[in-house]
């Protein structure tokens, strides 16, 4: 089914999952934006909403298929006709249209959210993805809380949606439960033991409530997985979802994973900045990838291996990402050679016995105020060198 079986599909759901943050919801014109954006950065999927829990998400799933041309457009349902029915109404428009149905598969979730059996569960799951494929080719079907089903229950479930139609299966850690190595376990008996598993792609959907959702979406990319539902700045409910940035650009890095994607990563950054502003969802500054310290370098020793060779301290560079240059934060920490790339930078080229002058007093400096200037830097040389200078 995959033509090149070594990429990567990037499923955008910052529209969807990541609008359900509190406080983050946007307008029909604000989606679009961001849609355009997006489809300039060359996601494969955009995750558009929820057509049936709102006019709203309905409008909105409208007006984004009309507003972009390359991306699938996808549509989440729950296993009901109903919700199927608005959802392909909302759909009409889209050029690549995509119906995101599915079920509960753990048994937390069947017995305490649905009051049901396995067996009725699996039913509904079939009967679900036949009436998704009567509008749609493209049906994906999402197992809730896999991360906590039993393996066998969630392989019969799988190899029946996929006997169904379904063409992508989403093996969601709905919770941020798994460790790697346990969710690159599931996805790996996933594909030794559902014999019609090669007539589908699988996708990871991690949320980050222990912090381990991009390690492991990764991990399930190391064992066959093929599509990442992620979002950018890792937006999303409770603690967040797999973060777009950070999985491109850990496939990008290592490039012994033998994984690529379509993403254009020097938009990466502006898009950040695009979305947290639209939802006014600020990213913190050690944020990986897209944090205002992301490549700050501050510390001495740091500074010297940094400007000796970049590569001593970053394995990415800004310019990869679209980051505006790395910077050399001058702290009461940083060292002589951070001092003197900033007073190079300003024109002021001192012998190494003025730079011993000048720093004493940095550092007296540093040590009261936080964060140096440019200002202060010049002040220090007029101050410390000018009598000595005239």
Known sequence: MLHDPNRVHIFDTTLRDGEQVPGCQLSTPQKVEIAKSLELLGVDVIEAGFPVSSPGDFNSVIELSKAVNDPIICALTRA???????????????????????????????KTKFNSTREEILERAIEAVKYAKKYVEDVEFYAEDAGRADIAYLAKMVEAVIAAG????????????????????????????????????ISCHCHNDLGLA??????????????VECTINGIG?????????????????????????????QGIYEISHQVRNLMNMPVQPNKAIVGANAFAHSSGIHQDGFLKNRENYEIIKPSDVGFPDATIVLTARSGRHALKHHLDRLGHHLDKEQLAVVYTAFLNLADSKQGINDDDLNQLVVVHLAPKLS
Request: hydrophobic share 35%; with cysteine.
């Open 80 to 110: 009901n006709k109903n919700d199927i029915d608005v959802a392909a109404d909302a759909l009409r428009y889209a050029k690549r249209p995509r119906i995101h149905t599915g079920i509960g598969a753990s048994d937390m979730h069947i």
């Open 166 to 201: 379904a063409t992508v299966v989403n093996i969601p850690d709905t919770n941020g439960y798994c460790l790697p190595d346990q969710y690159g376990s599931k996805i790996l008996y996933l594909k030794e033991n559902v014999k019609n598993i090669d007539k589908a792609i």
């Open 214 to 227: 991009t390690a492991n979406s990764i991990a399930g990319l190391q064992y066959g997985a093929r599509q």
């Open 237 to 265: 409910e409770r603690a967040g979802n797999t973060s777009m940035e950070e999985v491109v650009m850990i496939l990008k890095t290592h490039k012994s994973l033998g994984l690529h994607t379509n993403i254009n990563t």
